[in-house]
């Protein structure tokens, strides 16, 4: 080893290394976290459109830092069936695009000049006030974004050390006669591509090999025609991470991960000869001129403007070599209908809690409408029994319960994530909507076993009693309608809409109840009807209790009250409240006293 290259150099580079690669996890965790709710608002507009679903991309991977996490989240998206393969394409070339800023701003290690203005560009020179104004915001803030702003500021100066310590380290292979003779290797391009995709593919992070590159560009002896080759081979190794991730998912996800590697690979089987001719035929004396971080950073921003401009025409045959590649087989049979599962809660999802709290949303929304056509058609069984209905409740129930086992196991797995003040507010929200709605199904299921018993012993209520359940139950419909609609449209307007309701469904509880009794004295129904019918109106008021917690628990969430001082207050002196009740009691007694005068 030469005397001025030691085995302390390596370690230097090691270091540097694992701070870069350390820097960019800070730095993308702190860009996630600071776009929020943004970036998976964006990830729902994968459009047909080419044009905008290349700049949804590049905008996804500039905000994450990262085109293998973005590919791998749509490999995801695929094995959830919320994206199907066609929509990726586009997102792909963009991704691929949006990831070579990291390149470019590792280029300004190269800005040189006595120009302290200029000076100022350079790393080295505003890296560690960078580095302050971080730890000042992540110590001083009191609010989370300007806490991920410090992060992200962190991660910046600690990326910048890393190629800085990088850079120092290989400084004196320049003068490294071994080190000169062994990168004449490297003029041969299939040894560069090879080397390229080869080590990307160990530290699967293409930026990080980027800038390894742009470090040892500073030994001098790299020229154009060795590292455009190196830089082609890097953009291959990029796709292992979204390879590993395609293990254990459906074919069309699997097809995911195959377009991302074509389109490496088939960028480079195109670019590279091209490159090849324009350096040994034509003889451009660029290829053999010493390359910088500039001229890397222009490289990878070529071959991947290139490659989306050569390939994207042809979108479609890239599918349908996939579809040859990964061909069409009889998948294997799940444990659980598709119809049990709840849609979009994949792990790949997890590495950016987000995009997993959307889905999540996605999934409660889903459990929210299947709930809310259970309980009212076990409300519609009441009266109008049918056998056909009183078997979909019961399935349903069964689906409802697997949801939430499904969604909760998932939100707790985020929980631990490290997320914003609002995320972990919509996390905690759906968790207590979700037991919620689970509860509200069981009350579901318990009525179809009323009418079930009722059915099987040939027995019915009075024409009185049916007319009084259909008025409960229209009321107990309404209050299901406001707080499944609040809760999906996230809306508190209606969600103080549901409490006043509530004390109305149990002053009418009350009032059949005592009707009820008054029917048993005077012998009009028998002891065993009674019995099924206190067990009814039970279930009733515990559905319409569920409806309450739901909507308390948005205005809880969101309006950050406790939910007891704020039923008692409301209850107390809350005019609104007073005047929505009247309405409702109005409303609803008066059709309980129409349907006994037309008895």
């Not at 290394?17 to 776009?35: D, H």
């Not at 919620?436 to 019915?460: C, G, P, W, Y």
């Not at 917690?549 to 039923?567: F, M, S």
Request: hydrophobic share 45%.
């Amino acid at each position: 080893m030469d005397e001025k290259f030691s085995i302390f150099n390596i370690f230097t580079m090691l270091g540097g290394l694992a701070f870069f690669l350390y820097g960019m996890n800070v730095m993308s965790t702190g860009l996630e976290k600071l776009t929020g709710g943004k970036l998976e608002k964006a990830l729902q507009k994968m459009t047909s459109n080419k044009l905008k679903a290349i700049m949804l991309g590049m905008g996804v991977t500039v905000a994450i830092q990262s085109s293998s996490a973005m590919t791998v989240m749509l490999v995801g998206f695929v094995n959830s069936g919320l994206m199907n393969l066609d929509q990726t394409v586009a997102v792909c070339f963009g991704s691929d695009i949006g990831t070579t800023l990291t390149a470019w701003i590792l280029s300004l290690a190269g800005v040189d000049g006595k120009n302290p203005f200029i000076r100022m560009l350079k790393p080295t020179s505003f890296a560690p006030l960078v580095a302050l104004l971080g730890v000042i915001l992540i110590m001083g803030a009191k609010k989370n974004k300007k806490k991920d702003i410090g992060r992200i500021l962190v991660g910046f100066a600690i990326i910048m050390t890393g190629m800085s310590l990088m850079s120092g380290a290989v400084t004196p292979l320049a003068d490294s006669p071994k080190f000169q003779s062994g990168l004449t290797a490297f003029k041969n391009p299939i040894l560069g591509v090879i080397v390229g995709a080869g080590f990307t593919g160990i530290i699967q992070s293409s930026a990080a090999s980027i800038g390894i590159l742009q470090a040892f560009s500073q030994t001098g002896a790299l020229t154009y025609g060795m590292a455009l080759p190196i830089v082609m081979g890097l953009n291959i190794g990029t796709c292992v991470t979204a390879l590993i991730s395609s293990i254990g998912v459906n074919k069309s996800a699997k097809r995911v991960a195959c377009i991302h590697i074509l389109i490496k690979v088939l960028g480079t089987l195109i670019l590279l000869p091209v490159a090849m001719i324009l350096q040994h035929v034509i003889e451009l004396s660029i290829f053999d001129q010493t390359v910088g971080y500039i001229g890397i950073a222009v490289m990878h921003s070529i071959f991947n403007i290139a490659i989306t401009i050569i390939l994207l025409p042809f979108s479609n045959v890239l599918v349908k070599l996939s579809h040859i590649i990964i061909p069409d087989k009889e998948e294997a049979n799940s444990t659980e209908p598709d119809s049990r599962r709840p849609i979009g809660l994949d792990e790949r999802f997890l590495k950016t809690p987000s995009v997993a709290i959307e889905a999540c949303r996605r999934a409660t929304e889903a459990m929210a409408e299947l709930t809310e056509q259970t309980i009212l058609s076990a409300l519609g069984a009441l009266t109008s029994y049918d056998e056909e209905t009183a078997n979909l409740v019961i399935e349903n129930e069964d689906i409802i319960d697997n949801f939430e086992d499904k969604i909760n196991s998932y939100l707790v797995r985020i929980s631990k994530s490290s997320v914003t003040g609002k995320d972990s507010r919509r996390v905690s929200k759906m968790m207590h909507c979700v037991g919620n709605f689970e509860r509200i199904s069981d009350h579901a299921v318990n009525l179809i076993e009323s009418a079930q018993e009722m059915h099987e012993k040939n027995i019915t209520f009075s024409d009185e009693c049916l007319n009084e359940i259909s008025v409960i139950n229209e009321a107990i419909s309404e209050n299901i309608n406001i707080a499944f609609t609040a809760y999906k449209e996230d809306d508190l307007y209606k969600a103080h809409k549901v409490e006043p309701l509530e004390e109305v469904v149990d002053n009418l509880s009350t009032e059949l109840k005592n009707r009820h009794i008054r029917r048993l004295q005077n012998d009009e129904c028998t002891v065993e009807l009674g019995y099924i019918f206190q067990d009814i109106l039970t279930n009733l008021e515990r559905i319409s209790d569920h409806c309450s917690n739901i909507a308390g628990c948005l205005i809880e969430t969101d309006e950050k009250t406790n939910i007891h001082a704020y039923l008692h207050d409301i209850k107390e002196n809350d005019e609104t409240f007073r005047n929505e009740y009247r309405a409702y009691a109005e409303n609803y007694f008066a059709k309980l006293d129409a349907s006994v005068s037309a008895e």
